[in-house]
């Protein structure tokens, strides 16, 4: 059961396309565990369609159709692509998108207790995966702009509450939080940020920019 | 890019705004139902019909064209990216599900991915159907609930107040995030986003349901 969701703004950028290659990313492996989220944003891309049926017409050069024609014998349909299924139930959208199962990603340690993967980056925006072992802390901090967090593995809890695997975690600003991973298994979080993370500890001032946070 | 395509500074652009402004008139191709549509698309999926595709392509490549336009794509790169829009739609028809979504939902889904890839350059991460879902899916209803329901979202789109319809039309056609359409209109984004909020909550009720 899914308790924590994109806002009603994120599944419409989403669905729109003005969100960017690091929101889409979460807010499409949100949707791989969440019903409710598919259904949701199956509506915006519906109201995508009626801007586009009522959008005035722009037409085509005079020789488009039949130069489209001509091309329609060269086309086969596309196949439905099969894969193997995976072997630690990642997600099929973000397993297209890491190529690969969680457990074939090349970890980098970020002091004792964390590890991570970075995915993207362009200007402020970034997405990763974060990977702490039962306990371990992120540091206190607030937020330079958004910070998007969504549980794959084992969950992770904090001021505003618990988060399990599918749950989605939205911050920003002001916003103080320090999320500390449950007991059991470890944790594993996909987390896309759109602006620098701002830690209160001096050590984490530090050493956060030289992993990219 | 938006400014710099309304404004239409270049001749191209400007002839291609009055030829749109003549299309407009042409009742013939603005008469497709959503029901005419969906069989259409229907019709190419299983016989592959040559002449179902054509009437596809005479209805949506125009508005394929000026949804890319809108988002600023140059005159020549909208006409191709329509083009290939189509193109997707031969060589996907038989995937489409009208159980899921209309023809014009669906290719509009394909336009959005198309320029996401050719413009903005960035991959766009797309959920299959069928991913990983831990419960089964919900069992789908017909294709006529679908475009009863989007027949309903259309016309309540239309009584939006301006300023609601304005930021849920900039969601699709501006390219940014919310907090740039705040910067663009000169407004906070609190205000975008309650805007969106008060947009998206009357849209619902149209559709029947609760908040």
């Given at each position: 059961?899914?308790?924590?969701?994109?806002?009603?703004?994120?599944?419409?950028?989403?669905?729109?396309?003005?969100?960017?290659?690091?929101?889409?990313?979460?807010?499409?492996?949100?949707?791989?565990?969440?019903?409710?989220?598919?259904?949701?944003?199956?509506?915006?891309?519906?109201?995508?369609?009626?801007?586009?049926?009522?959008?005035?017409?722009?037409?085509?050069?005079?020789?488009?159709?039949?130069?489209?024609?001509?091309?329609?014998?060269?086309?086969?349909?596309?196949?439905?692509?099969?894969?193997?299924?995976?072997?630690?139930?990642?997600?099929?959208?973000?397993?297209?998108?890491?190529?690969?199962?969680?457990?074939?990603?090349?970890?980098?340690?970020?002091?004792?207790?964390?590890?991570?993967?970075?995915?993207?980056?362009?200007?402020?925006?970034?997405?990763?995966?974060?990977?702490?072992?039962?306990?371990?802390?992120?540091?206190?901090?607030?937020?330079?702009?958004?910070?998007?967090?969504?549980?794959?593995?084992?969950?992770?809890?904090?001021?505003?509450?618990?988060?399990?695997?599918?749950?989605?975690?939205?911050?920003?600003?002001?916003?103080?939080?320090?999320?500390?991973?449950?007991?059991?298994?470890?944790?594993?979080?996909?987390?896309?940020?759109?602006?620098?993370?701002?830690?209160?500890?001096?050590?984490?001032?530090?050493?956060?920019?030289?992993?990219?946070? | 890019?938006?400014?710099?395509?309304?404004?239409?500074?270049?001749?191209?652009?400007?002839?291609?705004?009055?030829?749109?402004?003549?299309?407009?008139?042409?009742?013939?191709?603005?008469?497709?139902?959503?029901?005419?549509?969906?069989?259409?698309?229907?019709?190419?999926?299983?016989?592959?019909?040559?002449?179902?595709?054509?009437?596809?392509?005479?209805?949506?490549?125009?508005?394929?064209?000026?949804?890319?336009?809108?988002?600023?794509?140059?005159?020549?790169?909208?006409?191709?990216?329509?083009?290939?829009?189509?193109?997707?739609?031969?060589?996907?028809?038989?995937?489409?599900?009208?159980?899921?979504?209309?023809?014009?939902?669906?290719?509009?889904?394909?336009?959005?991915?198309?320029?996401?890839?050719?413009?903005?350059?960035?991959?766009?991460?797309e959920l299959e159907p069928g991913d990983f879902l831990p419960q089964p899916e919900a069992a789908a209803d017909d294709g006529l609930a679908r475009t009863d329901e989007e027949n309903r979202l259309r016309a309540s789109l239309k009584h939006l107040p301006a300023d609601q319809s304005q930021v849920v039309e900039l969601s699709f056609?501006?390219?940014?995030?919310?907090?740039?359409?705040?910067?663009?209109?000169?407004?906070?984004?609190?205000?975008?986003?309650?805007?969106?909020?008060?947009?998206?909550?009357?849209?619902?009720?149209?559709?029947?349901?609760?908040?």
């Amino acid at each position: 059961m899914i308790h924590h969701h994109p806002d009603e703004a994120l599944l419409l950028a989403y669905a729109g396309g003005a969100a960017d290659e690091a929101v889409s990313l979460i807010v499409a492996t949100h949707m791989a565990y969440c019903q409710s989220c598919r259904a949701r944003a199956a509506q915006w891309e519906a109201l995508g369609g009626s801007l586009l049926q009522d959008l005035p017409p722009a037409p085509m050069s005079g020789d488009a159709l039949q130069s489209v024609l001509t091309r329609l014998d060269e086309i086969k349909p596309e196949e439905r692509r099969v894969r193997p299924a995976s072997r630690d139930a990642t997600p099929q959208v973000l397993r297209n998108y890491i190529g690969g199962d969680l457990r074939d990603m090349r970890w980098r340690r970020m002091g004792p207790n964390l590890s991570y993967v970075p995915l993207f980056r362009r200007g402020a925006v970034t997405a990763r995966l974060l990977r702490g072992v039962p306990g371990a802390e992120t540091g206190a901090h607030r937020h330079g702009g958004q910070e998007y967090t969504l549980v794959l593995k084992g969950g992770f809890s904090d001021v505003t509450g618990s988060y399990a695997p599918g749950d989605l975690q939205m911050m920003e600003g002001d916003m103080r939080h320090n999320p500390v991973a449950d007991p059991g298994e470890d944790c594993i979080n996909l987390a896309v940020t759109t602006g620098p993370l701002k830690f209160e500890s001096l050590l984490r001032k530090v050493v956060a920019p030289l992993f990219g946070f | 890019m938006l400014a710099y395509a309304r404004n239409a500074s270049f001749p191209a652009l400007r002839q291609t705004y009055r030829r749109m402004g003549q299309a407009w008139r042409l009742p013939q191709i603005l008469a497709m139902t959503p029901d005419a549509a969906n069989a259409l698309l229907g019709r190419v999926a299983r016989e592959r019909d040559r002449a179902a595709f054509a009437s596809l392509f005479g209805h949506f490549a125009p508005r394929v064209k000026a949804y890319l336009l809108r988002l600023g794509a140059p005159g020549p790169l909208a006409e191709d990216l329509a083009q290939e829009a189509l193109l997707s739609l031969w060589r996907k028809a038989h995937l489409f599900d009208p159980a899921k979504a209309s023809a014009a939902t669906w290719l509009f889904t394909i336009a959005r991915n198309l320029r996401i890839d050719a413009i903005r350059r960035e991959k766009r991460p797309e959920l299959e159907p069928g991913d990983f879902l831990p419960q089964p899916e919900a069992a789908a209803d017909d294709g006529l609930a679908r475009t009863d329901e989007e027949n309903r979202l259309r016309a309540s789109l239309k009584h939006l107040p301006a300023d609601q319809s304005q930021v849920v039309e900039l969601s699709f056609f501006a390219d940014k995030p919310h907090s740039e359409i705040a910067r663009q209109l000169g407004i906070p984004l609190g205000t975008v986003k309650s805007r969106l909020r008060l947009a998206l909550a009357r849209l619902k009720r149209a559709l029947g349901e609760d908040e």
